[in-house]
């Protein structure tokens, strides 16, 4: 089955920073990959996602790019705010099969110091 | 439009009792998922119900742990002799199964389970 590993699992930065989250995945039929945000207390909502006929995706402050010959995927924020500390997840999933499960990454969790 | 909603939003239980949570999902969403996550742990997936396929039970970690889905709609996860080790938040989501945007799953709030 597929599995996912996300690094870092703790990244602290400055305000106004770039963040960089990284996960690679192993089975090369994935093409469909979310990032969900989880703030304190909250439950997951995503943010952005990506397919695998794209290799790179912008929403305003967020983007994420994907290598699959790499296998690799990364979320990337710039000018980091304080909201956006949080934890972060990625998954990995196969659209179209029939049966959707994703598998998540174990999540970073983000700081952003004011 | 309402969102996912669980019940209870907390649960305190003692060892060996048994535990229903429930789930009600976004209304037309075909696919519904039970999740635990365990404190600054990440998300273990329990269980899937997609329309009238049989479930996907893989994750469930013991016999113990059972989900049941009525009508394609209400979705319960009923948990026997509780251990100390089921304590964690368990979050049921939902998705659609047409349109552009169909696997972006909408998740409830949780139910935070405390086995004392």
């Known amino acids: 089955g597929e599995n996912v590993e996300q690094h870092p699992s703790t990244l602290s930065v400055q305000e106004g920073d770039s963040a960089v989250i990284k996960c690679t995945y192993s089975d090369s039929a994935s093409n469909y990959f979310p990032w969900y945000k989880q703030e304190l207390g909250k439950r997951p909502q995503l943010i952005i996602d990506?397919?695998?006929?794209?290799g790179e995706k912008k929403d305003q402050r967020i983007a994420v790019t994907l290598n699959k010959t790499a296998k690799h995927f990364s979320l990337h924020i710039t000018e980091t705010q304080p909201e956006d500390s949080a934890v972060y997840f990625c998954?990995?999933?196969?659209?179209?099969?029939?049966?959707?499960?994703?598998?998540f990454g174990r999540g970073t969790s983000l700081i952003v110091h004011p | 439009g309402a969102g996912v909603s669980q019940s209870p939003s907390n649960k305190v239980t003692e060892k060996g009792k048994d535990v229903e949570l429930r789930c009600d999902p976004i209304?037309?969403?075909?696919?519904l998922y039970w999740y635990r996550q365990s404190l600054g742990q990440g998300l273990e997936f329990l269980i899937y119900?997609?329309?009238?396929?049989?479930?996907?039970k893989s994750g469930l970690p013991s016999d113990r742990f059972s989900a049941e889905r009525t009508g394609g709609s209400v979705s319960t996860l009923t948990i026997q002799r509780t251990q100390q080790e089921d304590s964690a938040v368990y979050l049921c989501a939902s998705s659609q199964d047409s349109g552009l945007s169909s696997y972006e799953q909408y998740f409830g709030p949780g139910t935070r389970l405390t086995v004392t």
């Open positions: 209304s037309g969403h075909t696919a």
């Open positions: 990506i397919r695998s006929n794209v």
């Open positions: 998954a990995a999933s196969i659209e179209g099969g029939g049966s959707y499960i994703p598998t």
């Open positions: 119900f997609q329309g009238n396929s049989a479930p996907d």
